[in-house]
T-cell receptor, first 113, second 111 residues
Framework: DGGITQSPKYLFRKEGQNVTLSCEQN?????MYWYRQDPGQGLRLIYY???????QKGDIAEGYSVSREKKESFPLTVTSAQKNPTAFYLC????????????FGSGTRLTVV | QKEVEQNSGPLSVPEGAIASLNCTYS??????FFWYRQYSGKSPELIMF????GDKEDGRFTAQLNKASQYVSLLIRDSQPSDSATYLC???????????FGKGTRLHILP
């Protein structure tokens, strides 16, 4: 079955640590996206990529980094520079353009301990 | 700044009634419109999309689009407790290759 897989489902980070969230899709989508969702808040775009080896900053990129070495994979690293990383992180993928909607992964809940 | 506005709710609707969720958008260049359902603690799921003015029906769901008024709505007929969720309106602007999400409306179906 085609889909988009995020791992891990839950992640705990100590102060000063970098952590990497995985996102893999087998939908043959060119575009991939990372969003952050805080309780009671909407989706905020962190980074997006529309083609392999290229990505752009979203609205809240500070303290995050990404790579897009393969079409199927778009990992997100939450660095120690991100001062308030506790949130629900959602990865999405879609066909290039804005006509078809996005498919979301099941999310990773990151907590700072 | 392109915006998609929704009433945050909660919107409480008795079981069996029609739930009406509304959304306005600011960019007249918007060409595609989506409704996502998000259960608490889960990820958003696409339930409807519409591109042309008018109504589009799928089972108990009807999406309505009025581009002149920059308004899109979602009607849920015969509301069930399982419809209780947050509904996100999303708008696509082709020239930007982006979809902009509203903050969502919380819907509570009263048994």
């Amino acid at each position: 079955d085609g889909g988009i897989t995020q791992s891990p489902k839950y992640l705990f980070r100590k102060e000063g640590q970098n952590v990497t969230l995985s996102c893999e899709q087998n939908l043959n989508h060119d575009a991939m996206y990372w969003y952050r969702q805080d309780p009671g808040q909407g989706l905020r775009l962190i980074y997006y990529s529309q083609i392999v080896n290229d990505f752009q900053k979203g609205d809240i990129a500070e303290g995050y980094s990404v790579s897009r070495e393969k079409k199927e994979s778009f990992p997100l690293t939450v660095t120690s520079a991100q001062k308030n990383p506790t949130a629900f992180y959602l990865c999405a993928s879609g066909l290039t353009g804005a006509n078809y909607g996005y498919t979301f992964g099941s999310g990773t809940r990151l907590t700072v301990v | 700044q392109k915006e998609v506005e929704q009433n945050s709710g909660p919107l409480s609707v008795p079981e069996g009634a029609i739930a009406s969720l509304n959304c306005t958008y600011s960019d007249r260049g918007s060409q595609s419109f989506f409704w996502y359902r998000q259960y608490s603690g889960k990820s958003p799921e696409l339930i409807m999309f519409i591109y042309s003015n008018g109504d589009k029906e799928d089972g108990r769901f009807t999406a309505q689009l009025n581009k002149a008024s920059q308004y899109v709505s979602l009607l849920i007929r015969d509301s069930q407790p399982s419809d209780s969720a947050t509904y996100l309106c999303a708008v696509g602007v082709n020239r930007d290759d982006k979809i902009i999400f509203g903050k969502g409306t919380r819907l509570h179906i009263l048994p």
